[in-house]
């Protein structure tokens, strides 16, 4: 049997740059001045989304954070920092740092060496996740945007080594980083190490992801690519002649407002794509010109007048349409994620992103309670996706 | 377009022309055998422009990745002419590419010709010499780097194209134009488009050197260049009126007489 897990995701976005500020600005990232943020309200929101993770700690709803820099679209910044301060303020559910920007930090040691105090004082509750980043991160962390999936790779087998490694100091000297003297304290809590994570619908990525066992989370990527994803993942299992993985192996992540009535939830959720329609607009050097974005071969596709990747109908029956965001009462929900699960041959990690955009702290709130108490419930003990639809799917 | 060997590699290389032998290591974007400049200079000797690894049809080997690569690559280039006097010139990027190649091979290049050259720290650390090639809207790109952008050769592209792309153009120029942009950010992102230490270094450069400049240079200023100048025994500096960052392109009669004068000399 298997039990879907249910992770809050908020981003801790900042709209309350006026509209036209937003409007004239190339950027609502990287180069916005950040006078447009007042210290007081960024407060609060802190506040408010600490409070909300309480809540999923009381509601058993486990806590994803990330980071992102200098925009209106997130205010953490510095994951560790974050996650540091839930495996303190938290008691019972597990944390997922998704992630610090491991292309970006010029450390890696470092970086374990964060998460390893974090999985120790939130005594083994940590999970560690890693995502590639780019766009306009590589201009705020000034970052070469070229080679990073490489760059990506070699950090993770850095940390991962430094987390397992208990017989005093080893040395690396890597293509990307190097570092004589390797020797953490503290351990971490968890042997051999925490669980790993991985953000990316890139399909050489999930191929490798599938081979060292690692969760594979993809955000938005609706039914086809994310089915594509998972089957990229089962398949090189396969074919390394590795067991094939649980549904634990697969998270997705989607913007979620549960209602009391659907009404309630697609009027309540129509706030949250202000996350798509508002806070990733970005100047052309920072998006299809920056260097190592897409393929060259994409370049014409990307270029040419009129390309666009973004999807035209934001509202919220599209998003469901789509498979991008859960939205309903309960039931309503509950039948959509399993409807999900169905179609991209099984899901074990939904990571619901509620508390974004104009959603306020108080709606958040309200969606996480019916969430703990209606929706959960009913996740649990699912009937396997038998092995043989797998199968038949990884040849689509 | 055809290929040379140059030490352990293959890459692709613009001959035209007869004589002795110039060297032109290009900038952005490989020279342009559409370039007038390129026919006018290739009556006074033979014109040797190779592409650098990542750009044009020459491969980039996964670990080629520094200027420390670029230069010692360029001496392999300058043992394949393997003649004893060899000019070279070398435009914005790869004007960066021929100082440091002077700085450690100067012996065996006869004329160095600098054009626009970037490479170098002037300023104080609050003060960015050289404009951000990939952290810069296109636009303002475009019209930094051009005296009057109407006059780039149709199908030639410099600091800015991204500005200049339309429907019109081939998927395979910009193809191309995607290959050479990423390359080049391999080897220039950080420190953006200079070595810390070079400006000292260039004091070792000793064979004669023109830095020419385009006067309408916003990308990388006259100022700039006359410093760059002064650091270099000897060098002369001279601006070409009319003209951005790429004079070869937009004042090539001026340009061509100009490096002739210096190389013949």
Known sequence: ?396 | MTTMRAGAFEIEVLRRGEGRPILLIHGVNPVSPRAPFVAMLAQHGEVIAPSHPGFGASPRPADFDTMYDLVNLYRDVLDAIAVPAVSVVGFGFGGWIAAELAVAAGQEINRLVLVDPVGIKISGREVRDIVHFFNTEPAELNRRAWHDPGRRPDGVYGLGWQATISDAMTDAEMVTLARNWDSLCVYGWKPHMFNPRLGDWLRRIAVPTLVLWGESDRIVTPQYGRAYAQRISGATFQAIAAAGHHPELEQPETFVEQVVAFIAA
């Not at chain 1, 970052?143 to 397992?164: F, G, Q, S, V």
């Not at chain 1, 094939?244 to 913007?255: C, K, L």
């Open chain 1, 1 to 396: 049997m298997t039990s879907i897990e249910l992770w809050n995701h908020c981003e801790n976005p900042y709209p309350f740059v006026p509209a036209e500020v937003l409007d004239a600005a190339p950027a609502v990232r990287a180069s916005l001045p950040n006078r447009y943020c007042e210290p007081e309200i960024a407060a609060r929101l802190y506040d408010e989304v600490f409070e909300e993770y309480r809540l999923c700690d009381e509601l058993g709803l486990h806590i994803v954070t990330n980071e992102h820099h200098s925009g209106i679209n997130n205010l953490w910044a510095a994951s560790p920092v974050i996650t540091g301060i839930v495996a303190r303020m938290t008691r019972k559910v597990r944390i997922l740092s998704l992630g610090t920007l491991i292309t970006v930090r010029p450390d890696p040691v470092r970086v374990a060496t964060e998460y390893a105090t974090i999985d120790v004082l939130s005594r083994g509750r940590l999970d560690i996740g890693f995502v590639k980043s780019g766009a306009t991160e590589m201009v705020s962390g000034d970052a070469n945007p070229m080679r990073i999936r490489e760059r990506e790779w070699e950090a993770i087998d850095l940390i991962e080594k430094t987390l397992t490694s208990h017989d005093g100091p080893f040395s690396w000297e890597g293509k990307f980083f190097t570092h004589a003297h390797v020797n953490i304290w503290p351990r971490p809590y968890q042997q051999p190490r925490p669980e790993f994570w991985a953000a990316t619908s890139d399909l050489p990525t999930c191929a490798e992801l599938g081979r060292r066992g690692m969760v594979n989370t993809l955000l938005f990527g609706g039914y086809t690519r994310t089915k594509q994803a998972y089957d990229t993942y089962k398949r090189a299992r396969a074919e390394a002649g590795l067991s094939p993985p649980g549904e634990d192996r697969f998270s997705y992540m989607a913007f979620c407002y549960v209602g009391d009535t659907d009404e309630e939830a697609l009027r309540v959720g129509q706030k949250i794509p202000w996350f798509l329609t508002v806070s990733i607009k970005s100047a052309p050097q920072m998006s299809k010109f920056q260097p190592g974005q897409i393929p060259p071969e994409m370049a014409p596709a990307a270029w040419r007048g009129g390309a666009s990747k973004r999807p035209t109908d934001l509202s919220v029956p599209a998003l469901i349409a789509q498979g991008q965001m859960f939205a309903g009462n309960p039931d309503t929900v509950v039948r959509q994620i399993k409807e999900f699960r169905r179609r991209v041959g099984g899901v074990g990690r939904i990571i619901m992103m509620t508390r974004q955009g104009l959603v306020t702290h108080a709606e958040a709130e309200k969606s996480f309670s019916r969430v703990a108490r209606e929706v959960l419930p009913q996740l649990q003990d699912l009937e396997p996706i038998e092995q043989a639809q797998v199968a038949a799917g990884a040849g689509a």
